[in-house]
């Protein structure tokens, strides 16, 4: 019979097996497994030897459930594919393994039932900790994540209501300094993109939206539900360039937009910043060499990650007592480059 023929009959070996291959007890093949100073050096190489001949997994799950101890962490992020989060997921990885835990990743794609979904699913994996992105998980979501008796660390954002620990940065303040930055500099038609999609994006608009009303400036916004991305930044772009020929400068959700914008101001022959200017936002590696480099603001992601990796490391091994301050904000900076400059004329 064939390999492929066969699989059907394979089935995952168990404790049983491997005492049956070595010749012992199921009883000593655990002890050589998990407490191999009570069996002699001859009972553990015979173990040894079946676990490898069998290819035996031990099962993880009902042995930590045994110990209340499963020494994973449930991260849930909206997007595996937004490089927003290599640099955060890259900090908690940095933090939790050397430290001996496992780091689950779901993705909820930006919609809060699938969140919600993600959340039940790996709280059902018996996580020592959840970290979550964002502030604005469903009611059912913050119910489940508040009874599951683990620390919860919400990150990117801030609350004073969080539900047990916040870690991350105003991101309404975010993008009022982004704005105020082009206002400053003269610009009195200055634009707005993003994909409402993300709930920090629609906190950067509202952000945008002060500092505009602060000059009692009108306005100028284009927002689609979609995926954000290179070529919905150069069509957001071009639609804000058709509708809104006096704009001088962009305010862009983030620096996928931006660059998009940028490339399609190249495309068109507007040159930037001589006769647009374009803000980003994230500092993403690409920010710095695009040409012209952009100008952005820096969000602390990798920082943010390894503080929430820390603090739950602390609380776990501690004294489960959580930090006093239970809200942690850890600012933003922003980053001038070549993309931004006054207008041709002030007030144009």
């Not at 955060?88 to 979904?117: C, I, M, T």
Request: net charge neutral; aromatic share 6%.
């Amino acid at each position: 019979m064939t390999e492929h023929a066969d699989i059907h009959k394979r089935r995952r070996k168990t404790l049983s097996d491997v005492a049956a291959h070595a010749g012992v007890s199921a009883v000593t093949v655990s002890r050589a497994l998990h407490k191999p100073e009570m069996v002699s050096e001859d009972l553990r190489a015979r173990v040894e030897t079946a676990v490898h001949e069998l290819a035996y997994i031990p099962n993880q799950l009902a042995s930590a459930l045994a110990s209340a101890r499963t020494h994973r962490i449930g991260v849930i992020v909206p997007s595996l594919t937004n490089g927003v989060f290599g640099d955060y997921l890259r900090a908690l990885h940095d933090v939790f393994l050397p430290a001996g835990f496992q780091v689950l990743v779901l993705n909820s794609g930006y919609v809060s039932g699938k969140e919600e979904r993600a959340i039940a699913t790996m709280l059902g994996q018996h996580p020592e900790a959840m970290i979550v992105t964002g502030i604005d998980q469903t009611a059912q979501a913050r119910r489940m994540l508040s009874q599951a008796a683990i620390p919860v660390i919400q990150t990117m954002e801030i609350t004073d209501d969080p539900i047990d620990i916040v870690i991350g940065l105003s991101q309404r303040d975010a993008g009022y300094v982004a704005t105020r930055h082009l206002l400053d500099h003269g610009h009195r038609h200055v634009g707005q993109m993003s994909s409402p999609l993300d709930a920090r994006a629609a906190q950067r608009l509202n952000g945008y939206r002060r500092a505009m009303s602060e000059m009692n400036l009108e306005p100028i916004v284009v927002s689609h539900e979609r995926p954000s991305s290179f070529a919905l930044g150069a069509e957001f772009c071009a639609e804000l360039t058709a509708r809104f020929p006096k704009m001088t400068a962009i305010f862009c959700g983030n620096d996928n937009l931006a660059l998009g914008a940028l490339f399609e101001c190249q495309r068109r022959g507007i040159r930037v910043p001589e006769e647009i200017s374009i803000v980003g936002f994230n500092d993403l590696e690409f920010s710095a060499v695009a040409y012209p480099s952009l100008t952005t603001v820096a969000t602390p992601r990798y920082e943010i990650g390894r503080r929430s990796g820390e603090i739950v490391l602390e609380i776990i091994r501690g004294s489960g007592n959580r930090p006093r301050n239970r809200q942690i904000d850890l600012g933003f900076k922003l980053i001038e480059r070549q993309s931004t400059r006054p207008p041709r004329v002030v007030g144009a």
